[in-house]
């Protein structure tokens, strides 16, 4: 998937590890190191190899337990109609929150 970010804080977020230990803890950043590149890789939120996906609404939120929780929201623009996206067709996403960082 294609990511954007919502802040450039997430974006240092992910891609500093320096940045990523200062926000989030060692472990937490090493797991969001992994994280990132597994959805880089997916073609949507359901091929992710590790960690619990649930969808509420338009924002999906990846949580490992005991170390992270990744808030995303599909990167389109709103439909007219208020419809929901089909996260199973989603290939854009915006990271909107990472743990409490935002």
Do not use: Q
């Not at 294609?2 to 230990?21: G, P």
């Not at 472990?27 to 960690?51: K, T």
């Amino acid at each position: 998937m294609l990511i954007s970010y919502n802040t450039e804080l997430l974006r240092d977020v992910c891609y500093h590890t320096s940045t990523a230990i200062e926000y989030l803890g060692e472990e937490a950043a090493i797991s969001l190191r992994a994280r990132h590149s597994e959805i880089m890789a997916a073609s949507n939120v359901f091929e992710l190899p590790v960690g619990k996906v649930s969808v509420d609404g338009n924002y999906c939120t990846l949580t490992v337990p005991n170390f992270l929780s990744i808030v995303m929201a599909p990167n389109y623009a709103a439909s007219d109609d208020g419809s929901l996206y089909d996260w199973s067709t989603v290939g854009r996403v915006k990271l909107m929150g990472i743990n409490d960082v935002e």
